[in-house]
């Protein structure tokens, strides 16, 4: 199924919600006030947030199109055009650190990356850094075992820290290309957590100065706007290089999605779009404002 199909189907309720709608309201029409009002209301609806609102509308207003349809679809693209490829380094090892709070889909993630990279003929190692959940350990293996990818993990209540320095050191050792680091989420134990992702990132450095390549933050887009306060905390804390929007399929307010763009300034580098371990898609902008707006 092509990418375009993909998003349209992952975006199926939003659109029939709410961007559908506005489309309808906007298209071939000048921006008064009353309709001004309509598009507000249906954006907020929408997850799109009161600030990301106010800046569309008002840059609708400056474009001055007799078709406010096509400015909207302009400034759509505008806010989330950013930075949306991935930071891969002329040399192999790529390794990536997927942070988030438990339940985003951080470790499903995992394992879906792992195919994505794997499906282009890289060669994939996949970390089980969050050593507080056994259950997640017991997760990823199975994807490491369905993706065909080399699984590094410790027992149960290990070093974090020193499950990543192993995998990174293999990855060097077997020339092997990707190397994705699934690492714990408790939020509730803020500090100590965000010390652990800080840790992780200090002892891979001494592999790989630069590393890690991307932190993806993971964000589950039925959580809407909580979703959001989310990647602020993370955002304090660590450098947060882009998102990766879980759920869009399972959601009415994908509106989410402009939110984090504009409100955090942090790209969307994939977006998850059903249940299947290929479901999981480099985030495009035109692709995703027309599937968004068009269907």
Not at 102 to 123: H, Q, R, W
Not at 262 to 268: Q, S, V
Request: contains cysteine; glycine residues 8%; negative net charge.
């Amino acid at each position: 199924m092509g990418f375009f199909r993909k998003f349209k189907e992952g975006l199926k309720k939003t659109r029939e919600t709410f961007f559908g709608k506005i489309k309808n309201i906007l298209k071939g029409q000048k921006l008064s006030e009353e309709i001004r009002e309509e598009i507000e209301e249906l954006l907020i609806l929408s997850d799109v947030g009161f600030e990301a609102t106010e800046y569309i509308l008002e840059k609708i207003e400056e474009l001055d199109e007799e078709d406010s349809y096509e400015a909207l679809k302009k400034v759509l693209i505008e806010i989330l055009s950013d930075e949306n490829n991935l930071r891969i380094p002329a040399n192999p090892p790529f390794v990536i650190s997927l942070v988030g709070v438990n339940g985003s889909g951080k470790t499903t993630t995992a394992g879906k990356l792992a195919e994505y990279f794997k499906s282009s003929g890289k060669s994939v190692v996949l970390a089980a850094c969050d050593t507080f959940r056994a259950a997640a350990i017991d997760q990823l293996k199975i994807w490491a075992e369905r993706t065909n990818s080399t699984f590094i993990a410790h027992q149960e209540g290990s070093d974090s820290a020193a499950v990543a320095f192993d995998a990174v050191s293999h990855a060097i050792a077997k020339q092997k290309d990707v190397v994705i680091l699934d690492t714990a989420g408790r939020l509730h134990t803020k500090t100590n957590l965000m010390e652990e992702l800080r840790k992780i990132n200090r002892v891979i450095k001494k592999k790989v100065p630069d590393a890690p390549h991307e932190v993806l933050l993971v964000i589950d887009a039925v959580t809407g706007q909580n979703g959001l306060q989310q990647t602020k905390v993370f955002k304090d804390f660590v450098d947060v290089t882009g998102i990766v929007l879980t759920k869009l399929d399972g959601t009415a307010k994908g509106g989410i999605a402009i939110a984090i763009a504009k409100e955090l300034g942090i790209p969307i580098k994939f977006v998850g779009l059903g249940e299947k371990i290929d479901d999981l898609k480099p985030f495009d902008p035109e692709d995703f404002v027309n599937a968004l707006l068009e269907g």
